[in-house]
Structures are given as structure tokens and as C-alpha cells.
């Protein structure tokens, strides 16, 4: 069976939730694919999260999914790209490469996703703080320690309850279809 890691975030900032692992509860309430999950919520704190990641790629993993939450975003984002860069410009390893690309079929999801009628795209920049910092370092770790596991990042809208919540406005998606992107993913990745 296909062993995937699918991580999400805690909250921050003004979130007192947050919607990438309202996403993963939902998931793990219903979801009954061929894939074995092992969900994880990480710190935001790069050191932090770092360290937790690093120790969870050791069980070597078939897949890494890392879910964070997109303030403002109307669609799932499938990020490709993680680079070695800190949020101040200085490398997140130095000596590392300038940036990993993910060698997943991240243009199928995405057509998966769009045939369900589920808003995405692929997207080629995950920005410069822990989203793209734990795309890269996933990748870094599995290269580095000669691990299996291929990684992607996802980014998920908020929830309706967050952006009722605040006082911005912003664009939302409803938990379950960020969670039954999340599985659509998954299968077609699996290839199924």
C-alpha cells in the first residue's frame, strides 16, 4: 500500500484557525482510498518545523503532501517549485541547490481537480516563508538522505468560517472540497 505523509499547519497570526488542517480532519473522517495517511500538524516556526519534518521523512514515505493555508486565494494552489531562500533573502541551506522542482504530475491533478469542479492551478512559486521553506526542505531531506518519498505543496482557500470570521472579506472554500481535492490528489497520484 502507498504510504503518504500529508502535513498542514497550526494556526498563526489572526487565523485561530487554520484551514489546511481543517482540511486534514475532515479527510480523515471519510477517507477510505488506497492510499495509507499519516497526518501531521506542524509549528509555524522554521526551526521547529525543520526538525519535525526531517524526523518524519525518516519512515520513508511514498509521497509528502504539505498543506498550508492561502489567505485571499479563490483557488487550490499545486505548488512546483520550493526554493532555498529564507524569508530575509539568506539561503535556507547553504550549499544546497537554488530551488527544487517536484517531479509529481502536478498538471494532472490539476486537470482531476478542474473535472470535478474544483477551482486550482499550478502555481511555480510557494512565496518565501514555511510553505515554500517545507517544500524545499522535503525535497532536500528525501535527495539528501536517498529516500523515496517525492513531495508537493498544496495551498488551500480559507474555510467559510474563517473568512466570515474576519473582517477583510476574503475568498473561501468549503472544507470538505479543500478535503476532497486533497483525496482527488491523492488517487491521481496513486493512479488511479
Known amino acids: 500500500m502507498t504510504r503518504v505523509l500529508l502535513t498542514a499547519f497550526e494556526p498563526y497570526d489572526r487565523w485561530p484557525e487554520n484551514s489546511s488542517w481543517l482540511a486534514l480532519v475532515d479527510l ?20 521547529a518545523m525543520s526538525e519535525r519534518l526531517r ?8 509521497l509528502a503532501l504539505h498543506l498550508g493555508q492561502s489567505p485571499g486565494s479563490t483557488l487550490i494552489k499545486l505548488e512546483s517549485i520550493g526554493l532555498n531562500v529564507r524569508s530575509d533573502g539568506s539561503p535556507l541551506i547553504p550549499e544546497a541547490p537554488a530551488a527544487y522542482r517536484s517531479g509529481l504530475p502536478l498538471e ?46 498544496i495551498h488551500v482557500p480559507l474555510s467559510p468560517s474563517q473568512a ?29
Open 108 to 153: 494532472r491533478c490539476r486537470g482531476s481537480l478542474i473535472a470535478a469542479g474544483i477551482p486550482s492551478e499550478v502555481s511555480h512559486h510557494a512565496g518565501t516563508y514555511l510553505c515554500n521553506a517545507e517544500l524545499f526542505l522535503s525535497q532536500h531531506y528525501a535527495k539528501s538522505f536517498g529516500l523515496r518519498t517525492q513531495s508537493a505543496f
Open 55 to 62: 524526523k518524519d521523512l525518516q519512515d520513508d514515505y511514498d
Open 28 to 47: 480523515t473522517r471519510w477517507y477510505d482510498g488506497g492510499a495509507e495517511l499519516t497526518t501531521r500538524r506542524y509549528p509555524v516556526d522554521l526551526v
Open 164 to 192: 466570515a470570521a474576519d473582517s477583510a472579506r476574503l475568498a473561501s472554500m468549503s472544507t470538505p472540497m479543500s478535503a476532497a481535492a486533497i483525496a482527488l490528489i491523492v488517487d491521481q497520484l496513486l493512479g488511479r
